[in-house]
Structure formats: structure tokens, C-alpha cells
């Protein structure tokens, strides 16, 4: 009967509707409106605490889903968003716990086991972490959850070729756009390809000017292709500020020899340019002030 | 047993099917029980194909020929939305029809204008007076564009129609929440003396699949049938949001739908505009924007001065006040929108009795006490033009956001 009624409440219409579309703050507004119909439903609160924990609120989202399990929802499901607001509070012990209860439910979930492996992977069980993770890729080899937590896994690690196979397979498995995109930033981002990495993010950005991640990478891809850094990038191609230094020894004792005259503008010309790199964040605000203005 | 208790009893036994409801309202129309007819009117509205309601449309505008009662819209408000022409119609009881047959019936009369939906608090938006662009104060460029875009070519079409451009088509406004975009759609729709019919996604969402389509397919059927009409699509980016965004598979068939009927009125009905307005344009699905259907997005700005100035001496009238300085309070209230200004008033307003209460001496509201409000307040505004700031700078390529670039360069604090 609870069901029928929330089903014709409109509150509960809209709410998910702004549920499928991501929107969490309007869905949460107007499932809080529904709960107010039918107060005991355990799926409106399950996903009022989904929108809760998309909104970084961890303590309500952990109220609502205690909760929708004392009202009797038991499920895998459940449990799994219990131990994802946990991993967020960084309650490490409670998160493990609620994600073996997820898995008691239902051990072949790939999703909640993919998570569990990220969980271990944080926690620097890595041996563990993988594998749960090949457990996970075993049972649904193209899960996009599963690939998710796979992509971020090889991008900790750094391992560039299996990052561009699962990657290859998120984007066929994926259905939202912004993710693959952002998923596309990222991978061309560390490996320093900056301008798909920009291409890539400015397509995201198109979908979402909210997406924080997206902004951030943005900037950085500004910040590491400015021409202030310019100086800064050449230090880091000749191997670093030791590099340089040692470079910059080999220099001066060549000149001392050869060419005594030129050593003053050689060392001016250090400090100078030293004296830049260290100055260049600094630089580099004041540009982007001016810029804005 | 009658012939209407027979219909009667096949409507229960089979409560959707709209034919039977059809012919219950007409021999309900017949018997002159007008309430009676206009529920199983709705009823057939709301489970007949598309020909069935064309012609249950028809017989609920001969209905309301018949008998204009007002108290009728009120009964039947939640389950139909009804409403008479601009100019207000005579109030009348349910009385014997004889009444009516000595009465010449009113020129200025409109048929019943029935949109389905759900949101019978709502009514209050479709009986009122026009607005016109008088009403709006400041915000000149959005009043020319629009103008120029749609309200010309609607109201004298003969140069348009030498020179073979449409008439119709649709326009998105965009822009930070508060800043008078369904006013302004409103002043549009009141400036082509056509009925403006708001449409929310609450409007058409339903839980049964295929009832968003049908709904939304209804919507558009009593637009037409009431030409000249502006559709206002409110929140446009949750009623189209963009597809490669969205898993929901029943999401996607509502706006294939929606983009269908927006096609059908370029191609088949002139005298009928869209108005979609949004906060969110970047979530509004990129097939909209494609010429044909929303051919021209339009920045509604945060008021300018002008407007400020307006919406204070609204919001403060009829208050009691000392002398107010209007210009002062626009000055200082830049990037404020129409909902920050209503808070500001608000704001003084709460002090001043918080203060008369305390004191026990009444007073008037004093300049003093909207600057405090002032300077106690931000603009909401900002965030979502610190938003869209980004958006100009890291993807503006197709120049569709110049509007917006153009204000924010005026503004170095964003």
C-alpha cells in the first residue's frame, strides 16, 4: 500500500527523476518532502542517504542508512553504501565490516567486490586488493564499477598499458559521457600529454562547469603549460634542482677556464634565473590576477 | 436501465478506456449536467488516442460556449486546468440552463482551454492579466532580442512573410535563478496577446510507462488547439536533459518526445511559440539548441539598475516608509536578482518589527534600514556566474555563451 501511494506521490516522482540525472541536492529536496508521505519507506531512505553521501554530508547519509537497515532493508546494496560513507568517514575497520556483510549477502556481487578492493587497496592491502579485484574481473570482466576502481587502481600504480585497456573497455561499457571523459583526462594527463588531456577535459567540462575534478585538472594543465613555468619545466627536464646545480658547476668550471671573462654574466645570469624559479608560483598568481582583471 | 447508466457502468467496469468516458461526457453535455460532463471530459482527455481528444477538446470548448461557470474551473481544477480568455468572464452559477439561453453569450468568451497535469496549486499562473513588457523594468537587450526574435514576426507577419521567414520556433532563456525569466516569458506572451501555458516537468512525469509521452503529447495537442499560445517549458534542462548524460532509458523516450512536438510546430502550426527557460544550460540536451527548435538562446542578466529600482518600489509599496531613495538602492544592490531584493526588503522589514516590538514604539521603515539589509546580504547570483565564468573561459568555443562573456567582462569581483 506504501509502495502505491509513493509511487503516486509526486514528490517522489521528481525526487527520482533528479535521482537518475545526478542531481542529489534537488532529489534530496523533494524525497525529504515524500518521506514526509510515507515516513517509513526503507527505498526512499536508502536513496535519501545516497543523495546525502553524494553531497559529502557522511553523518546524515550514516543516520539514514542505519536506519533503512533497523526498518528492515537488508540488502547487499545496503551494506555496500554503509561501507562506501564509512571509507569516506575513514572509519577503515567499520567500512571492512560492512563490506563482508555486503559480500555474506551476496559473494558474487562484482560491484561490491570491486569496492572491497579498492577499500583493501587504500588500506595497503595490496596483495589482497588484487585479488579481489582479479575475483571481481573474473565474475563480470566488462562490470563498469568494477572497471572504475580497476582504472584507478593501475593509475596509483602506474602501470600505463593495462590503465589504456581498462580504460578502453570503461568507455564501451560506460553510458554517461562525463565519466569517460574525465576518465580520458586523467589517463592523458599523468602520462603528461596535456592536450588531449585538455581536450578531453574540455569536452567534460561542457557536460558539468560543476565538476570540480574537472576544474582542478584544468587549472593544473594551465599551471604545467604556462609560459611562466617555462624555466621551471627546463630544470625539470635537465633532472631536477640537482641536475641542474650540477649542470650549472660544470658550466662555471668550464668557463673559468676557458672563457674568465663571461663568468660574472654566467653567474648573474644564475641567480637571476634561480631566484625565478623559486618566484615563479608567485609569478604565475600575480599573471593569472592580472589576466582576470 | 439508461443508456447513460449503461456507459456509466462501462466506464467503471473499464476506467481506461477513453471512448467510454468520450460518450459519458457527452450525454452528460446533452442532459445539461455540466460538472458531471466536464469530469469524464478529463477522464477521456487522459486515456484517449490523439483524435479522441482533439474532438473531446472540441466538446468541452462547445461545453464551456454553452455555460460559462466560473465555479466549474475551480471544482475540476485537479484533475483539469481550464481557463477563460484575458478579459475576466462573468461569474456565474451552476444554474438552469434557461438562464443562459435569454443571454446572449459574450463576445469576448474564449473556449475551455484543457491541459492535463498534476499541479492543481499552479492555477493561479493561467488567470491572470497579461503582462506586457512595460511591466518589466530595465533589461533592454533580453526585450529587444526577444522583439526582434519572435514578438514581430508574431504580431505583424506581413514583411516576415514577404521575405519567407516563419513565424514561430522557440527561444531558451538562461540565466541565474531569480532573475525574471518566466516573468519575461510571461511579458512575451502577454506582448503577442496569445495565452501563455506553462509546462513543468512535474506536469508530465508519471510513474506508468508511456504516461510522461502521453502526457506531454497532450500538453502540446491543447496548445495547439488554442492558438495563438506561448509554451513555456520551465526548467528546461530536467525536462530535456542532455542524453549522453542519462542512463534512465524512460528519460530518454520523454525527450525524443519532446523533441518531436517542438519539430511539429515549426513544420505544422504557426501562431504558436515555445519559451524554454533554464539555470542549467549545459544540461540541456545539444538537440534542442540545433535551428528548428530552440533557434536562439538569450542571457537573462541579473536586473540592471533600472529594474532594480523597479522591483524595490514593488516590493516596497504599500509599505510604510519614509522618504526612500530608489537610486541609491540599485546602485548598491549590483548582481542582486529579483529574489535577493525581495529578501533584502524582507530583511529591513523583520528588523523593523523585531525593533517595534522590543521598544514597544512603532516607526516607519527607513532608508538606513534597507542598507543594513543590504550590506547584511550577498548576491546570489555569484556562484552561478563563477560557474559559467569557467565555462567561458575553458569552453566557449562554439561562441554560444559570448552573451555571458560580454557581462562578466564588466564585472571584476566575479
Known sequence: ME?????????????????????????????????????????????????????????????????????????????????????????????EQAMLQAL???????????????????????????????????IEPEN???????????????????????????????????????????????RDDYKTAKEALVQAFLLDPTNERVKELLDAIDRETHIVFLPNRLVEKLGGTLGTWAISIGIIMLLSYFAPAALGYYLVFIIIFSIYTWTSPLIYKIVCKVRSH | MEKIDLIKQMAESNPENGATWYLLGLEYAQLGKN????????????????????????????????????????????????????????????????????????????????????????????????LTFNDVGGLHDVKNAIQMKIIKPFVSPGLF?????????????????????????????????????????????????GGSEQNLRSLFSSARANKPSVLFLDEMDALGYNRSRSSSDTMRTVIDTLLTEIEGIEANTDKML????????????????????FDKMIFVSPPDEEARKTIFSIKLADRPLEQIDYDVLAKETDLYSGADIENVVETATEEVIAEIMRTGVERLIHMNDLKQAIQSTQPSTIDWLRTVKNYVKYANQGGLYNEVESFLSRYKRI
Request: hydrophobic share 35%.
Open chain 1, 104 to 138: 555474506s549477502i551476496n559473494p558474487q556481487e562484482p560491484g561490491i567486490i570491486a569496492s572491497y578492493a579498492y577499500l583493501m587497496y587504500e588500506t595497503g592491502h595490496l596483495k589482497k586488493a588484487k585479488l579481489l579485484m582479479d575475483e571481481a574481473r573474473r
Open chain 1, 144 to 190: 563498469q564499477t568494477v572497471l572504475h576502481y580497476q582504472f584507478y587502481m593501475n593509475l596509483i600504480d602506474d602501470n600505463k598499458k593495462q590503465q589504456r585497456d581498462t580504460l578502453e573497455k570503461y568507455i564501451q561499457v560506460a553510458d554517461d559521457e562525463l565519466p569517460k571523459l574525465l576518465k580520458i583526462g586523467e589517463e592523458a594527463y599523468f
Open chain 2, 274 to 293: 515555445i519559451i524554454g527557460a533554464t539555470n542549467m544550460p549545459w544540461d540541456v540536451d545539444p538537440a534542442f539548441k540545433r535551428p528548428g527548435r
Open chain 2, 35 to 130: 460538472n458531471e460532463a466536464l469530469q469524464a471530459f478529463t477522464e477521456a482527455l487522459r486515456f484517449g488516442d490523439q483524435t479522441l481528444q482533439q474532438q473531446t477538446i472540441l466538446e468541452l470548448g462547445k461545453l464551456a460556449a454553452a455555460k460559462p461557470v466560473v465555479q466549474e474551473v475551480a471544482v475540476s481544477q485537479k484533475i483539469a486546468k481550464t481557463q477563460y480568455a484575458e478579459t475576466k468572464a462573468e461569474p456565474a452559477t451552476d444554474e438552469p440552463a434557461e438562464d443562459d439561453s435569454t443571454e446572449p453569450m459574450a463576445s469576448n468568451l474564449m473556449p475551455f482551454q484543457v491541459i492535463r497535469g498534476g499541479q492543481g496549486g499552479r492555477e493561479d499562473e493561467r488567470i491572470q492579466v497579461p
Open chain 2, 161 to 209: 512573410e514577404r521575405f519567407k521567414k516563419k513565424v514561430g520556433g522557440g527561444i531558451l532563456l538562461y540565466g541565474p535563478p531569480g532573475c525574471g525569466k518566466t516573468f519575461i516569458a510571461k511579458a512575451t506572451a502577454g506582448e503577442c496577446r496569445a495565452r501563455f501555458m506553462p509546462i513543468h516537468i512535474a506536469d508530465i512525469l508519471d510513474p506508468y510507462i
Open chain 1, 3 to 95: 509502495i502505491e501511494a509513493l509511487e503516486n506521490s509526486s514528490h517522489y516522482r521528481l525526487g527520482k527523476h533528479y535521482y537518475d540525472m545526478n542531481r542529489y541536492e534537488q532529489a534530496k529536496e523533494h524525497f525529504q518532502q515524500a518521506l514526509a508521505e510515507a515516513p517509513t519507506n526503507t527505498t526512499l531512505l536508502y536513496m535519501l542517504s545516497y543523495c546525502e553521501f553524494e553531497l559529502d554530508n557522511y553523518e546524515e547519509a550514516y543516520e539514514l542508512i542505519v536506519d533503512t537497515l533497523e526498518k528492515g532493508l537488508i540488502t547487499e546494496y545496503v551494506y555496500q553504501l554503509l561501507g562506501l560513507i564509512l571509507r569516506a568517514q575513514k572509519k577503515w575497520y567499520e567500512a
